[in-house]
C-alpha cells in the first residue's frame, strides 16, 4: 500500500471570470522513500495539485471538486479536516517552496523559525529545541550553525535560506517532503548542492519527496518515477528511465525535443507552437490537440477526453491516437 | 482609433479592473450612492429650499411641520435648509482641502523620491518639521492671516466685480479655512507618494523609459506618478472624511467658519446647547454628519481592497 | 576597429550610512576590470551566476550606471565621456530587453502607447497613419496579433509580454541589443520561441546583441562566442562550441560540471 494515494482529484477555481479547471482528474502515488517528480510548464496544474493536499489553497475561490488522498493507510487529506490537517501538515508531510526569500519571515530570526515546529509538533522546549534546530542546520551543510542561527534571513544568501528551508521542513522527520520548484531561482552551481542535499538527506531520513518542477533534465537527475502534467491532467506518467528512453505521448516528446541542449546550433530550435491552453475553458477531446506538432494532429480526439491508460508496463499515457507514438 | 487596423480587442486597464472588482463590493456600491445622494441634496436641492438664515424668532423650536421639514432652530431658521447648507460647506472643505493636499503632496513627494540623495534628504526633513508642529496650531494661526486678507478680497471683488456682497462674503469666508486645511493635509501623502517613487525607482520598466531617452521628467511624470496612483487615491478618499471632522472640530470651537455661513460643525455646536430640551437639533445634523462620514470610510476601504490585488495573471 | 568595445569597466558601490551627512561603510565591487569587444553582426554570450556582475555590467554599458573606472566604447564613440544629454540622443542606438516581461513593461500603458512612445524616441513626430504603419509592422515582426494593440501587459502571457519588450526594444530602430535574460522568465516551450525570434532578428535586421544568462545550454545554442564571469571579472572568452567542448578555466569548467543533463531521446 503506498505511502500516499491520490485518486481522481479535481481542483477548481470559481473565479469572476468563469470555472478555471487548475486540476482536472489526476491519480498517483508515493511509495515509502521513493522520489517522484510532477513536471509540468506555468498553468499545468501542479503546484495547485500538491497545495490541494495540503489544504494550502484559499477556498474560495478554490474548490476541491473531486477525489481522495489517502495518507498513510487511513487519512484522507482531503476530507479530513482542518484539526486533523495541522496534525500532518509540517509535521508528518513537509514543504519547500520556490521563492527561499518570500518563504522565510523576514521579521524572524532563523531560530524562531526552525525551532516553531518542534515546540508545535513535538512539544519540545525551548533549549532543546535550539540543539535540535543548530543540528538540523549542521546537516544541511551551513557553515558556523550556532552562530548563524540567530541570524535574520536577509543576512543569508539564496541558496543558504533554501537549504534552511530544507532544514526547516526535515527537522521533524516527515515522512513525505513536497519540494515545489525548490532550484529554480537558485544559479546552477548551488543548484547541484541543493539536489545533492536532498538526495542525501533523503537517504538518511528514508523520506519519500515529490518533486515538483519544469525542468526536465533536474527530473532526470533525481526522480524515480516522473508524472508529466498538461491543462490539469497527467499526460504520461513512467519510471525515469524508461519514460527518457521511451517517450510515448507527444507533449512528451516535444517537451524533450525543444531543450536547448538536445539540439544542434546553427538550426532553429524546435518549439512548440502557440500557448498552453487556457484552463477556465472545457476542452473537448485532447488538450494538445492545437499544439501538436510532433505526432499526428488529425488523429487527436476531438469529442471526448482521451482516457489514462496504462499502454505498457508502468507506463501510463493518454490515449490519444494523434499524441501516442 | 485606426485607420488600418479594424479588429482589435478592447484593454481591460487596471483602474476598469479594480472598478469591476468594486462593483462586486455591495458597501462601496452603496457609499458612493449614499455620498451622491447627500451631495444631490447640498448642492442642488438646497437651492430650492428656504434661506437658512432667515430668522424668525416667533417660530423657533418649532417640530417637524409643513412649513418647516424638520422644525427651526433656536432663531426660528429653517432646520432642514441648514443641515444642506452647512453639508455644502463641509463637503466642500473636505473636497477641496483634500484637492490641494493631494496637488502638492504628490508634486513634492514624487520630487523628492525621484530625485533622492540629498535633494530627498532636505525635503523629507522639512516635512519632518512641519510634522513635529500641533497641526491645529498652525490652522488657527493660518486661518487668522487669511481671514485678513479674505476679508480684503472680498471687499474689492464687491465693489470693482459688482458681485452680490452676501455670496461673496460667503466664499471669501471659507476659503482661508480651505487653504489652512489643504496647506498642511499633503504632509502624509508626501510621504506615502516618495516611498513608492523610491520603489518605482528601480522598477524595470522605469529603466526601460530611460534607455529609450525619455527626459527625466517625461520618465517622472509619465511612467512613475500614474504608477503611484494607488495608494494615493486610496488615501485622499480617507483624506476628505478626515477634513471634515477637522472643519467640525475648530468649528466647535469657534475657530472654523463664522456666521452667517454654516457648517454641520456648527450646527452640533449649536445642537449639542439645547441637547435636553429639543434634541432634534444635534440629532438630524449629527445623524446626516455621521452617514456621510461613515460612507466615505467604507468607500475609502472599497476601493483600497478593490486596487490591492495585483492584477498580473502569471 | 570592434563595434562594442567594453575597457577595463569597473563599477564599485559604496555603501553608505546615515542620511544628511552619510559615510562611506564598504565597498561592493559588482564589475571589477571587465574588457570586453564585440563585432558587428555578432551575438556574444555572457554567463555568470547570480551576483557575478553581469546584470551591473550590463547597466553599465547602456549608461544607466555610471561605471567608476573605464569606458564603454560603441561605433568607435566614447559613451562614457558623454554628457548626460549627448547620452540621451544617442539613445536610440543600444536598447535592452529584460529578464521580468512582466516588470519591464509599463502596466498603465497599452501595447500602442508603449510602442508609440519608443517610436518617437528616434523619428520624433509622426502622424497618426505613419505611426500605425510602423506600429503594425513592428508587432508583426515580433509575432504579434494586431488585433491586440489595445490592451494591457497583465492580460498577455509570459512569453506575449517579452515579444512587446522586444518590440519596443527594436522601435528606436537600434544597433546594438543588450539582452538580459530575456527567457529565464518563461517556460520551456516559449524559451524556444523567443530564441528563435531574437536569432532571426539579429540576422534579419544586422544587429550586435550581447545576450547574458546563467543558463549555457540557451547560451550555447544563440551565441556566437562566449564569455564567462565570475566575482565581477570574466575568466574566460572563447568560440561557444569550443569553449563548452574544452573548458579552460576551472570555473567554467565547474558551471559545465553542474548543470543537469537530460537523458537524450535519441
Redo the contacts between chains.
Keep these: 500500500m503506498p505511502l500516499l494515494e491520490v485518486n481522481n482529484l479535481r481542483t477548481y477555481f470559481h473565479t469572476r471570470n468563469g470555472i478555471v479547471r487548475a486540476v482536472d482528474g489526476i491519480s498517483f502515488s508515493v511509495d515509502k522513500g521513493k522520489t517522484i517528480g510532477i513536471v509540468g510548464e506555468s498553468g499545468s496544474g501542479k503546484s495547485v495539485s500538491c497545495y490541494s493536499l495540503l489544504g494550502l489553497l484559499p477556498m474560495p475561490p478554490g474548490k476541491i471538486e473531486s477525489g481522495e488522498a489517502i495518507f498513510d493507510k487511513n487519512t484522507d487529506l482531503l476530507s479530513c479536516g482542518e484539526k486533523v490537517l495541522r496534525t500532518v501538515r509540517g509535521k508528518r508531510i513537509g514543504m519547500i517552496f520556490q521563492d527561499p526569500m518570500t518563504s522565510l519571515n523576514p521579521y524572524m530570526r532563523i531560530a524562531d523559525q526552525i525551532i516553531e515546529p518542534l515546540r508545535l509538533h513535538m512539544g519540545m522546549d525551548k533549549r532543546s529545541a535550539l540543539e535540535k534546530a543548530i543540528h538540523a542546520l549542521d546537516e544541511v551543510g551551513i557553515p558556523e550553525p550556532d552562530n548563524r542561527i540567530t541570524m535574520y534571513p536577509h543576512e543569508f544568501s539564496g541558496g543558504m535560506r533554501q537549504r534552511v528551508m530544507i532544514a526547516m521542513a526535515l527537522i521533524t522527520n516527515p515522512e513525505i517532503l513536497i519540494a515545489d520548484e525548490p532550484t529554480t531561482a537558485l544559479d546552477v552551481t548551488i543548484q547541484k548542492q541543493i539536489l545533492d542535499l536532498i538526495k542525501k538527506r533523503q537517504k538518511e531520513l528514508g523520506t519519500a519527496v515529490i518533486f515538483i518542477t519544469h525542468d526536465l533534465a533536474v527530473i532526470s537527475e533525481i526522480c524515480e518515477d516522473v508524472n508529466i502534467m498538461y491543462a490539469g491532467r497527467i499526460v504520461e506518467k513512467a519510471g525515469a528511465n524508461e519514460l527518457f528512453a521511451n517517450p510515448r505521448h507527444a507533449y512528451t516528446r516535444s517537451l524533450l525535443k525543444s531543450i536547448p541542449a538536445n539540439q544542434t546550433k546553427g538550426e532553429k530550435l524546435y518549439t512548440i507552437p502557440g500557448l498552453p491552453p487556457d484552463t477556465s475553458q472545457i476542452i473537448p477531446g485532447c488538450a494538445f490537440r492545437e499544439r501538436n506538432q510532433i505526432g499526428d494532429q488529425n488523429k487527436c480526439l476531438t469529442d471526448s477526453r482521451p482516457e489514462f491508460k496504462e499502454i505498457e508496463p508502468n507506463h501510463w499515457a493518454q490515449d490519444c491516437p494523434g499524441c501516442l507514438s | 482609433?485606426?485607420?488600418?487596423?479594424t479588429?482589435?480587442?478592447?484593454?481591460?486597464?487596471?483602474w476598469k479592473?479594480a472598478w469591476?472588482?468594486m462593483r462586486?463590493n455591495k458597501i462601496a456600491l452603496a457609499s458612493i450612492m449614499v455620498f451622491t445622494v447627500t451631495c444631490f441634496f447640498c448642492f442642488v436641492i438646497a437651492w430650492f429650499c428656504k434661506d437658512p438664515n432667515q430668522v424668525n424668532l416667533v417660530n423657533k423650536f418649532s417640530g417637524p411641520g409643513s412649513e418647516h421639514w424638520i422644525g427651526t432652530d433656536a432663531l426660528g431658521r429653517d432646520l432642514f435648509s441648514r443641515i444642506l447648507y452647512g453639508g455644502q460647506v463641509s463637503i466642500l472643505v473636505g473636497l477641496i482641502a483634500t484637492a490641494v493636499s493631494v496637488t502638492i503632496g504628490i508634486i513634492y513627494g514624487a520630487l523628492a523620491g525621484f530625485f533622492g540623495g540629498?535633494v530627498d534628504?532636505?525635503m523629507m526633513?522639512i516635512v519632518d518639521t512641519l510634522f513635529s508642529i500641533p497641526f491645529l496650531m498652525i490652522v488657527i494661526v493660518l486661518q487668522a492671516v487669511l481671514s485678513e486678507w479674505s476679508r480684503e478680497t472680498s471687499a474689492w471683488i464687491v465693489t470693482n466685480l459688482n458681485w452680490d456682497k452676501g455670496f461673496t462674503d460667503r466664499i471669501t469666508n471659507v476659503l482661508p479655512l480651505f487653504f489652512a486645511l489643504g496647506l498642511l493635509g499633503w504632509l502624509t501623502l508626501a510621504r506615502i507618494v516618495r516611498a513608492q517613487v523610491l520603489s518605482l525607482k528601480e522598477?524595470?520598466?522605469v529603466?526601460?523609459?530611460?534607455?529609450?531617452?525619455?527626459?527625466k521628467l517625461t520618465v517622472l511624470f509619465?511612467?512613475i506618478i500614474?504608477?503611484t496612483l494607488g495608494p494615493t487615491v486610496v488615501y485622499a478618499t480617507l483624506t476628505v472624511p478626515g477634513f471634515i471632522m477637522y472643519e467640525a472640530t475648530l468649528s466647535y470651537l469657534g475657530l472654523g467658519v463664522e456666521s452667517p455661513n454654516s457648517s454641520w460643525g456648527i450646527l452640533i455646536k449649536e445642537g449639542a446647547n439645547y441637547l435636553e430640551t429639543n434634541p432634534q437639533l444635534l440629532i438630524f445634523p449629527g445623524i446626516i454628519f455621521s452617514i456621510t462620514l461613515f460612507a466615505l470610510n467604507f468607500l475609502g476601504d472599497g476601493l483600497r481592497d478593490a486596487l490591492d490585488v495585483r492584477?498580473?495573471?502569471? | 576597429m570592434p563595434f562594442l568595445e567594453i575597457k577595463n569597466i569597473k563599477t564599485h558601490f559604496q555603501k553608505k550610512r546615515g542620511g544628511l551627512f552619510s559615510r562611506t561603510v564598504d565597498t561592493v565591487k559588482a564589475v571589477d576590470g571587465v574588457s570586453i569587444a564585440i563585432e558587428k553582426g555578432e551575438i556574444l554570450g555572457l554567463v555568470g551566476e547570480s551576483g557575478c556582475g553581469k546584470s551591473t555590467l550590463s547597466r553599465t554599458i547602456m549608461q544607466l550606471i555610471p561605471p567608476t573606472q573605464g569606458e564603454v566604447i560603441l561605433e568607435n564613440e566614447n559613451l562614457t565621456s558623454l554628457n548626460a544629454e549627448q547620452v540621451r540622443q544617442r539613445r536610440p542606438d543600444f536598447q535592452m530587453i529584460f529578464q521580468d516581461p512582466y516588470a519591464s513593461l509599463n502596466p498603465r500603458m497599452t501595447v500602442w502607447s508603449t510602442l508609440k512612445e519608443a517610436l518617437t524616441t528616434r523619428h520624433g513626430k509622426l502622424n497618426h497613419e505613419e505611426l500605425e504603419r510602423a506600429v503594425i509592422m513592428l508587432m508583426e515582426r515580433v509575432g504579434l496579433d494586431h488585433k491586440f494593440i489595445r490592451k494591457y501587459p497583465h492580460e498577455f502571457s509570459g512569453g506575449q509580454r517579452q515579444r512587446i519588450a522586444i518590440a519596443r526594444a527594436l522601435a528606436p530602430e537600434p544597433k546594438l541589443i543588450i539582452a538580459d535574460e530575456p527567457v529565464s522568465a518563461l517556460d520551456v516551450s516559449i524559451q524556444s520561441q523567443i530564441l528563435n525570434l531574437l536569432k532571426d532578428l539579429v540576422n534579419d535586421l544586422g544587429l550586435t546583441m550581447l545576450f547574458i544568462s546563467h543558463d549555457l545550454s540557451v547560451v550555447r545554442y544563440i551565441a556566437d562566442r562566449i564569455a564567462v564571469m565570475y566575482y565581477g571579472k570574466i575568466v574566460e572568452t572563447g568560440e561557444a562550441e569550443s569553449l563548452m567542448e574544452n573548458p579552460q578555466h576551472q570555473y567554467t569548467k565547474e558551471l559545465l560540471e553542474s548543470v543537469p543533463k537530460v537523458l537524450s531521446t535519441d
Design positions: 482609433m485606426t485607420n488600418q487596423i479588429d482589435t480587442e478592447a484593454g481591460t486597464s487596471l479592473d469591476l472588482r462586486k540629498k534628504a532636505i526633513r522598477r524595470e520598466f529603466e526601460a523609459a530611460t534607455s529609450l531617452g525619455l527626459s509619465r511612467h500614474p504608477n492584477a498580473s495573471k502569471d
